[in-house]
T-cell receptor, first 110, second 113 residues
Framework: GQQVMQIPQYQHVQEGEDFTTYCNSSTTLSNIQWYKQRPGGHPVFLIQLVKSGEVKKQKRLTFQFGEAKKNSSLHITATQTTDVGTYFC??????????FGQGTILTVHP | DAGITQSPRHKVTETGTPVTLRCHQTENHRYMYWYRQDPGHGLRLIHYSYGVKDTDKGEVSDGYSVSRSKTEDFLLTLESATSSQTSVYFCAISESGLTDTQYFGPGTRLTVL
Protein backbone atom coordinates (compact mmCIF):
# COMPACT_ATOMS: atom_id res chain seq x y z
CA GLY A 1 0.00 0.00 0.00
CA GLN A 2 0.87 3.65 -0.10
CA GLN A 3 3.60 4.74 2.30
CA VAL A 4 4.52 8.21 3.43
CA MET A 5 7.86 8.74 5.13
CA GLN A 6 8.27 11.76 7.38
CA ILE A 7 11.48 13.25 8.72
CA PRO A 8 12.86 14.18 11.14
CA GLN A 9 11.23 12.17 13.92
CA TYR A 10 12.21 14.78 16.53
CA GLN A 11 13.21 18.42 16.34
CA HIS A 12 14.31 20.57 19.24
CA VAL A 13 14.57 24.30 18.59
CA GLN A 14 15.06 27.48 20.52
CA GLU A 15 12.14 29.86 20.44
CA GLY A 16 12.54 32.11 17.42
CA GLU A 17 14.31 29.52 15.28
CA ASP A 18 12.75 28.09 12.15
CA PHE A 19 11.46 24.53 11.80
CA THR A 20 10.83 22.29 8.80
CA THR A 21 9.39 18.81 8.48
CA TYR A 22 9.37 16.78 5.26
CA CYS A 23 7.19 14.07 3.81
CA ASN A 24 8.20 11.80 0.97
CA SER A 25 6.46 9.11 -1.03
CA SER A 26 7.68 6.75 -3.73
CA THR A 27 4.36 7.11 -5.53
CA THR A 28 2.46 10.12 -6.81
CA LEU A 29 0.03 11.47 -4.24
CA SER A 30 -3.41 12.79 -5.12
CA ASN A 31 -3.34 15.14 -2.17
CA ILE A 32 -1.48 15.79 1.09
CA GLN A 33 -2.99 16.95 4.34
CA TRP A 34 -1.19 18.31 7.39
CA TYR A 35 -2.34 17.85 10.98
CA LYS A 36 -1.07 19.09 14.32
CA GLN A 37 -1.44 17.20 17.57
CA ARG A 38 -0.76 18.97 20.85
CA PRO A 39 0.64 16.83 23.69
CA GLY A 40 -2.22 14.75 25.10
CA GLY A 41 -4.59 15.96 22.41
CA HIS A 42 -6.06 14.80 19.15
CA PRO A 43 -4.94 15.57 15.59
CA VAL A 44 -6.28 18.83 14.22
CA PHE A 45 -6.44 19.60 10.51
CA LEU A 46 -4.16 22.39 9.32
CA ILE A 47 -4.32 22.40 5.54
CA GLN A 48 -4.69 20.38 2.35
CA LEU A 49 -2.62 20.61 -0.83
CA VAL A 50 -3.80 19.08 -4.10
CA LYS A 51 -1.98 20.81 -6.96
CA SER A 52 1.53 20.18 -8.24
CA GLY A 53 3.91 22.84 -6.88
CA GLU A 54 1.24 24.32 -4.63
CA VAL A 55 2.33 26.65 -1.84
CA LYS A 56 0.00 27.81 0.92
CA LYS A 57 0.65 30.03 3.91
CA GLN A 58 -1.02 30.37 7.26
CA LYS A 59 0.62 33.17 9.21
CA ARG A 60 4.07 31.75 10.12
CA LEU A 61 3.39 28.35 8.53
CA THR A 62 4.27 27.62 4.88
CA PHE A 63 3.16 24.41 3.20
CA GLN A 64 4.52 23.12 -0.10
CA PHE A 65 3.58 20.28 -2.42
CA GLY A 66 6.31 19.09 -4.75
CA GLU A 67 6.17 19.46 -8.52
CA ALA A 68 6.02 15.68 -8.94
CA LYS A 69 3.46 15.38 -6.10
CA LYS A 70 5.72 12.94 -4.29
CA ASN A 71 6.87 15.18 -1.46
CA SER A 72 5.66 17.94 0.79
CA SER A 73 7.03 20.18 3.50
CA LEU A 74 5.83 22.30 6.39
CA HIS A 75 7.98 25.24 7.43
CA ILE A 76 7.40 27.31 10.55
CA THR A 77 9.14 30.67 10.74
CA ALA A 78 10.25 32.00 14.13
CA THR A 79 8.81 29.25 16.29
CA GLN A 80 6.86 30.03 19.43
CA THR A 81 6.16 27.86 22.45
CA THR A 82 2.60 27.49 21.19
CA ASP A 83 3.97 25.56 18.17
CA VAL A 84 4.92 22.61 20.39
CA GLY A 85 3.35 19.33 19.29
CA THR A 86 3.53 16.59 16.70
CA TYR A 87 3.06 17.47 13.05
CA PHE A 88 1.75 14.81 10.71
CA CYS A 89 1.41 14.67 6.98
CA UNK A 90 -1.19 12.36 5.52
CA UNK A 91 -2.08 11.24 2.04
CA UNK A 92 -5.72 10.73 1.15
CA UNK A 93 -7.09 7.99 -1.07
CA UNK A 94 -10.50 6.59 -1.91
CA UNK A 95 -13.24 6.97 0.70
CA UNK A 96 -11.07 9.56 2.43
CA UNK A 97 -8.75 6.96 3.88
CA UNK A 98 -5.61 8.62 5.21
CA UNK A 99 -2.10 7.20 5.27
CA PHE A 100 -0.14 9.10 7.87
CA GLY A 101 3.55 9.77 8.10
CA GLN A 102 5.22 8.88 11.39
CA GLY A 103 5.07 12.47 12.58
CA THR A 104 7.65 15.00 13.71
CA ILE A 105 7.69 15.89 17.39
CA LEU A 106 8.57 19.56 17.82
CA THR A 107 9.93 20.87 21.10
CA VAL A 108 10.45 24.61 21.52
CA HIS A 109 12.74 25.84 24.28
CA PRO A 110 11.93 29.34 25.56
CA ASP B 1 -14.43 21.38 17.57
CA ALA B 2 -16.68 19.01 15.66
CA GLY B 3 -19.24 17.13 17.72
CA ILE B 4 -17.42 13.86 18.25
CA THR B 5 -17.28 11.94 21.48
CA GLN B 6 -15.56 8.68 22.30
CA SER B 7 -16.31 6.35 25.16
CA PRO B 8 -14.77 5.22 27.32
CA ARG B 9 -11.87 7.67 27.42
CA HIS B 10 -9.69 5.26 29.37
CA LYS B 11 -9.94 1.52 29.80
CA VAL B 12 -7.79 -1.16 31.35
CA THR B 13 -8.67 -4.73 30.50
CA GLU B 14 -7.17 -8.18 30.57
CA THR B 15 -5.87 -10.30 27.72
CA GLY B 16 -8.58 -12.39 26.10
CA THR B 17 -11.54 -10.22 27.02
CA PRO B 18 -13.72 -8.52 24.39
CA VAL B 19 -13.73 -4.73 24.36
CA THR B 20 -16.00 -2.30 22.54
CA LEU B 21 -15.16 1.33 21.94
CA ARG B 22 -17.82 3.78 20.86
CA CYS B 23 -17.62 6.81 18.62
CA HIS B 24 -20.59 9.16 18.51
CA GLN B 25 -20.98 12.15 16.19
CA THR B 26 -23.57 14.90 15.99
CA GLU B 27 -22.44 16.28 12.60
CA ASN B 28 -24.37 13.83 10.38
CA HIS B 29 -21.17 13.10 8.43
CA ARG B 30 -21.24 10.09 6.13
CA TYR B 31 -17.70 8.83 6.65
CA MET B 32 -16.28 7.53 9.91
CA TYR B 33 -12.88 6.04 10.68
CA TRP B 34 -11.05 4.25 13.44
CA TYR B 35 -7.29 4.79 13.83
CA ARG B 36 -4.77 3.59 16.35
CA GLN B 37 -1.77 5.64 17.39
CA ASP B 38 1.46 4.07 18.58
CA PRO B 39 4.86 5.72 19.08
CA GLY B 40 6.91 5.70 15.91
CA HIS B 41 3.96 4.66 13.74
CA GLY B 42 1.86 7.75 13.45
CA LEU B 43 -1.81 6.93 13.04
CA ARG B 44 -2.87 3.78 11.25
CA LEU B 45 -6.31 3.09 9.85
CA ILE B 46 -8.12 0.10 11.37
CA HIS B 47 -11.57 0.21 9.74
CA TYR B 48 -13.74 2.79 8.09
CA SER B 49 -17.37 3.31 7.18
CA TYR B 50 -18.85 5.06 4.17
CA GLY B 51 -22.45 4.80 5.29
CA VAL B 52 -24.82 2.96 7.59
CA LYS B 53 -23.94 -0.73 7.50
CA ASP B 54 -21.19 -0.01 4.94
CA THR B 55 -17.77 -0.75 6.37
CA ASP B 56 -14.40 -1.94 5.14
CA LYS B 57 -10.96 -2.86 6.42
CA GLY B 58 -8.04 -0.55 6.78
CA GLU B 59 -4.32 -1.13 7.10
CA VAL B 60 -4.33 -2.90 10.49
CA SER B 61 -7.72 -4.62 10.78
CA ASP B 62 -6.68 -8.03 12.16
CA GLY B 63 -8.29 -8.65 15.56
CA TYR B 64 -10.80 -5.84 15.15
CA SER B 65 -14.37 -5.64 13.92
CA VAL B 66 -16.73 -2.68 13.49
CA SER B 67 -20.39 -1.96 13.19
CA ARG B 68 -22.42 1.04 12.14
CA SER B 69 -26.16 0.68 12.59
CA LYS B 70 -26.84 4.43 12.77
CA THR B 71 -25.23 7.41 11.09
CA GLU B 72 -24.08 8.82 14.40
CA ASP B 73 -22.47 5.73 15.95
CA PHE B 74 -19.44 3.70 14.91
CA LEU B 75 -18.38 0.87 17.19
CA LEU B 76 -14.96 -0.78 17.30
CA THR B 77 -14.73 -4.22 18.89
CA LEU B 78 -11.60 -6.03 19.92
CA GLU B 79 -12.80 -9.60 19.77
CA SER B 80 -10.20 -10.98 22.18
CA ALA B 81 -7.88 -8.25 23.41
CA THR B 82 -4.12 -8.80 23.27
CA SER B 83 -1.28 -6.76 24.74
CA SER B 84 -0.30 -5.65 21.21
CA GLN B 85 -3.62 -3.79 21.05
CA THR B 86 -2.60 -1.48 23.87
CA SER B 87 -2.80 1.86 22.13
CA VAL B 88 -4.61 5.15 21.81
CA TYR B 89 -7.64 4.84 19.55
CA PHE B 90 -9.00 7.80 17.63
CA CYS B 91 -12.26 8.06 15.80
CA ALA B 92 -12.54 10.53 12.92
CA ILE B 93 -15.35 11.79 10.72
CA SER B 94 -15.48 13.30 7.27
CA GLU B 95 -18.34 14.80 5.34
CA SER B 96 -17.54 13.67 1.82
CA GLY B 97 -14.36 11.60 1.83
CA LEU B 98 -11.24 11.79 -0.37
CA THR B 99 -10.22 15.45 -0.30
CA ASP B 100 -12.18 16.34 2.78
CA THR B 101 -10.98 17.39 6.21
CA GLN B 102 -11.12 14.74 8.90
CA TYR B 103 -12.19 15.74 12.38
CA PHE B 104 -10.86 13.63 15.20
CA GLY B 105 -12.42 12.68 18.49
CA PRO B 106 -10.59 13.03 21.82
CA GLY B 107 -9.28 9.45 21.78
CA THR B 108 -9.53 6.38 24.00
CA ARG B 109 -6.48 5.12 25.83
CA LEU B 110 -6.70 1.33 26.07
CA THR B 111 -4.36 -0.79 28.13
CA VAL B 112 -4.44 -4.58 27.80
CA LEU B 113 -2.70 -6.39 30.65
Amino acid sequence: GQQVMQIPQYQHVQEGEDFTTYCNSSTTLSNIQWYKQRPGGHPVFLIQLVKSGEVKKQKRLTFQFGEAKKNSSLHITATQTTDVGTYFCASGTSYGKLTFGQGTILTVHP
Amino acid sequence: DAGITQSPRHKVTETGTPVTLRCHQTENHRYMYWYRQDPGHGLRLIHYSYGVKDTDKGEVSDGYSVSRSKTEDFLLTLESATSSQTSVYFCAISESGLTDTQYFGPGTRLTVL
